[in-house]
């Protein structure tokens, strides 16, 4: 049977239909929030390169941190600056250091309500800003790097970090950071493993975010663009490692990726939208070439729908106020009248063929979030919005 009987398009006509059919949802719970903490700061300082964005201060961090709480994120991950650095990155192993002294104040704020995870990585803290210690010969050293891995797991957990993730793309940082956590009575502690780890340009404006010393690349450690298969590899062997949860990183220039490893992992995906794909949207959005909500959200799609169980994403704290505004304002239709408005007629297609750049920008089309909000999952302990 095919055409005219068989008619796509039936299952379209309407948001509550759309909604009824979507294979793919976003929840506040799917989304992890990014944080950087800079030591010495009093008030929160922003990253040009990633306008809405912040190096916080240690006091607006813990209020970020009650707000992600609040939305009903996934959880947070810490980014830590310090004042001083040097070759072996020291302030990162520093129990008292910004990156370990934030851990624990964000845990003391939030308690139980927010999985709070710290990024286990030397490039912050080293004044080459490499991801580990350099050799004699001038390469990051692997065998060394893990030592200090070792140490700065233990740290953080000791900190309080429901979750460490190991960044750095050094060969078995999984299995020596497992070790050193279970001989330090750590066994809890999930390791949510950098697997798929590109070397990027997408990372651009993280360096300014976080003040990077790097000159230079990550290509030695970091994955080749061109390769595939090779991902596979990476994410098997942190899985036979321990890893608890592994990570495609960049997100939406590598969907490919993140499907396949989706498809072969046991354990829970995610995906990572780093500060090039954010910046690019708020570039071409603030120049009124796309529309901010659409695009953001569509991004944020489409990561899921490649296979990610969740996305951290510098957009989490805004996505995940207008999912429950989303929610909220269908509960208040429905009180209200007994059915909500069915949909705003499609205009006919009258637009001028010299329209402005920004009629282009489907602004008063039905936002992709009101139809994709899901309703409270009730696994997640996701409260309705009072
Ligand atoms: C390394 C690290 C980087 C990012 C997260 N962790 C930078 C890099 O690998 O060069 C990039 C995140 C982003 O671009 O948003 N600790």
Same mark, same amino acid.
């Not at 010495?40 to 922003?46: E, Q």
């Not at 959880?75 to 810490?78: K, S, T």
């Given at each position: 049977?095919?055409f005219?009987?068989?008619r ?8 509550a239909m759309? *909604?009824?059919v979507?294979?793919?949802?976003l929840?506040p +719970?799917?989304l992890?929030?990014?944080v950087?903490?800079?030591e010495?700061? !009093?008030?929160?300082?922003?990253i040009s390169?990633?306008?809405?964005v912040?190096q916080h ?7 970020a941190a009650?707000e992600?709480?609040d939305?009903g994120l996934g959880?947070?991950?810490?980014f830590? #600056?310090p004042? /001083? ?11 008292e ?6 851990? *624990?104040?964000?845990k003391?704020r ?8 710290s =990024?286990?990585?030397?490039?912050e803290?080293?004044d080459?800003?490499?991801c580990g210690?350099i =050799?004699?010969?001038?390469?990051v050293? &692997?065998?060394?790097t ?5 140490e ?9 970090a ?6 750095g793309?050094?060969?078995g940082?999984?299995?020596? #950071? ?11 502690v ?8 590109y ?7 993280f360096?300014e975010?976080?003040?990077s010393q790097?000159?230079g ?7 080749d663009a061109? &390769?595939r298969t090779?991902?596979?590899?990476e994410v098997?062997?942190?899985?036979a490692?321990?890893?608890d ?6 997100a939406?220039?590598y ?5 396949d490893?989706a498809s072969?992992?046991d354990v829970p995906?995610s ?9 690019m ?10 529309n ?9 799609i ?10 951290? !994403?510098?957009?989490a @704290?805004e996505?995940?106020?207008w999912l429950?505004?989303?929610m909220?304002? *269908?509960?208040a ?6 059915s909500?408005?069915?949909h +705003?007629?499609?205009?006919?297609? $009258?637009?001028?063929a010299? @329209?402005e750049p /920004?009629?282009?920008?489907? $602004?008063?089309a039905?936002?992709i =979030?009101?139809?994709? $909000?899901?309703?409270p999952?009730?696994?997640a302990?996701?409260p309705?919005v009072?």
């Open positions: 049977m095919s005219p009987e068989q796509p398009r039936r299952l379209r006509r309407s948001p759309r *909604r009824l979507a294979e793919t949802r929840h +719970a799917d992890i929030l990014p950087f903490v800079r010495g700061l !009093t008030d929160p300082a922003p390169s990633m306008p809405g912040v201060s240690e006091d607006s961090l813990l209020s009650e992600a709480r939305l959880g947070i991950m810490l830590g #600056i004042a /001083t650095r040097d070759a072996t990155g020291s302030a990162g192993l520093d129990p250091g910004i990156l370990n002294r934030s851990i *624990r104040a964000v003391d939030v308690g139980d309500g927010l999985v709070v995870m =990024d286990l990585c030397l490039d803290f080293t080459h800003g490499h210690v =050799d004699e010969a001038g390469e050293d &692997n065998d060394a893990l030592e200090l891995y070792a700065m797991g233990i740290v953080q957990a000791a900190a309080g429901d979750v460490v993730a190991p960044s793309m050094m060969d940082q999984v299995a020596v #950071i497992r070790q050193a956590l279970d001989e330090a009575g750590h066994q809890h999930p390791i949510l493993a950098y697997a798929a780890k070397a990027s340009g997408f990372y651009g404006p360096r975010a976080v003040d790097l000159s690349d990550r290509k030695q450690y970091q994955m061109p &390769n090779e991902a596979l590899r098997e062997l942190d899985l490692e321990g890893a949860m592994v990570m495609v990183k960049p939406s220039a969907l490919d990726i993140l499907s490893v072969i992992s995906v995906a990572y939208q780093v500060s090039g794909e954010y910046a949207i708020e570039a071409a959005a603030a120049n009124g070439w796309i901010r909500r659409t695009v953001i959200t569509e991004s944020l489409a990561i899921r729908r490649a296979g990610a169980t969740n996305v951290l !994403t510098y957009h @704290a996505v995940a106020g429950r505004e989303g909220a304002g *269908r509960a239709a429905t009180a209200s009248s007994g909500a408005p069915a +705003a007629p499609i205009k006919p297609h $009258t637009t001028p010299t @329209a /920004t009629d282009a920008v489907p $602004t008063d039905q936002p =979030d009101a139809e994709s $909000t899901d309703e999952r009730t696994d302990g996701f309705p009072s």
